[in-house]
């Protein structure tokens, strides 16, 4: 079993099979409607903006300790100064590439991310995961996501810089950071979750961001369930408490946001910027564009997150 008898509870609670029909690949991005994409429009009253990405590189969160095969971006040359067409002149060019994992960096989880008792998001079966990808729920069927976003600042809220243990934040911490904003989440919104863990990357340890970190556990998803929350964003690299504290279990708030509730997930994305001019002005909602770049059947991918206030 995935998951302890009392989650497994939570995710019936929580499930949105079939709310949506029985083809639905897009689990409560549906929920981003015209009215919410107005909504997020209509945030933008300031025109300040905001990059919501860490820096792509090799110095990057990923340690020897991270999933196999999720490194940090290695951007290389592949032409320097190059006349590629053999024209007269002197014109040249220059091009590189990266290797890299999709979530190696600020990233959107796929519902195709997580399944169990064999079967993903909708009743999908596990086995349309294969070598040649995620046929059925990978990233590219997203689709633009653009929406209005509210942070929810939990170490602000909490009166912490950031957190010294794996704090497990439930819906009581997520109603206290609502409270500061002085909004309400509404139906197709993005929550994102900050922590302050991102002090620990300021001072380059890479080790002491992924552990110990606080994260969202799996009772928080009757809070995203009960608001309409269309998915989640977080400062951590887990996502969910870090070490576990689950009896074992593997991952269980990823497993009921991905596979039941039907919910993205979003991970290591920097926050601490736009909160410090959301507690200095009082908003805390903006337009959010954070369109994962569409790798076919990926069950991730990279992301560069736009905030407008």
């Not at 990405?53 to 110095?59: C, G, H, K, S």
């Not at 993903?120 to 059925?136: F, I, K």
């Not at 993005?190 to 300021?202: E, K, M, S």
């Not at 507690?279 to 805390?284: F, I, L, R, T």
Request: hydrophobic content about 40%; some cysteine.
């Amino acid at each position: 079993m995935a998951l302890s008898p009392e989650h497994k509870a939570i995710a019936e609670r929580v499930s949105n099979w079939g709310r949506w029909g029985p083809d639905d690949r897009r689990g409560t991005l549906n929920l981003i409607d015209a009215a919410a994409v107005l909504r997020g429009v209509a945030a933008a009253r300031q025109g300040k903006v905001f990059s919501l990405a860490i820096p792509f590189d090799e110095r990057g969160p990923q340690t020897d300790l991270s999933a196999p095969g999720r490194i940090n971006p290695q951007r290389r040359m592949i032409a320097i100064n190059m006349n590629y067409t053999g024209d007269l002149g002197d014109s040249t060019f220059n091009d590189d590439a990266v290797d890299m994992g999709l979530q190696a960096a600020t990233q959107w989880d796929a519902l195709a991310h997580c399944a169990y008792d064999g079967l993903l998001y909708n009743g999908v079966p596990a086995s349309t995961v294969d070598e040649a990808g995620a046929h059925e729920l990978g990233i590219d069927r997203f689709g633009p996501m653009v929406t209005r976003g509210v942070l929810l600042d939990v170490a602000r809220a909490l009166g912490v810089e950031c957190f010294v243990d794996n704090h497990p934040i439930a819906g009581d911490d997520l109603d206290a950071a609502l409270a500061l904003t002085g909004t309400r989440i509404e139906s197709g919104d993005v929550v994102c979750v900050r922590t302050g863990q991102h002090a620990y990357l300021g001072i380059d340890d890479v080790y002491r961001f992924a552990n110990p970190s606080p994260g969202i556990v799996p009772e928080a998803a009757e809070w995203f369930h009960d608001h309409d929350v269309a998915a989640c964003a977080t400062d951590c690299l887990t996502f969910e408490p870090w070490p576990k504290d689950d009896g074992g279990y593997a991952f269980p708030t990823h497993q009921i946001n991905l596979r039941d509730l039907g919910m993205p997930q979003g991970q290591i994305w920097a926050l601490d910027e736009l909160a410090v001019d959301c507690a200095a002005d009082g908003q805390y909602d903006f337009l959010l564009c954070a369109t994962p770049i569409p790798f076919s059947r990926a069950v991730g991918a990279p992301v560069a997150p736009t905030a407008v206030k």
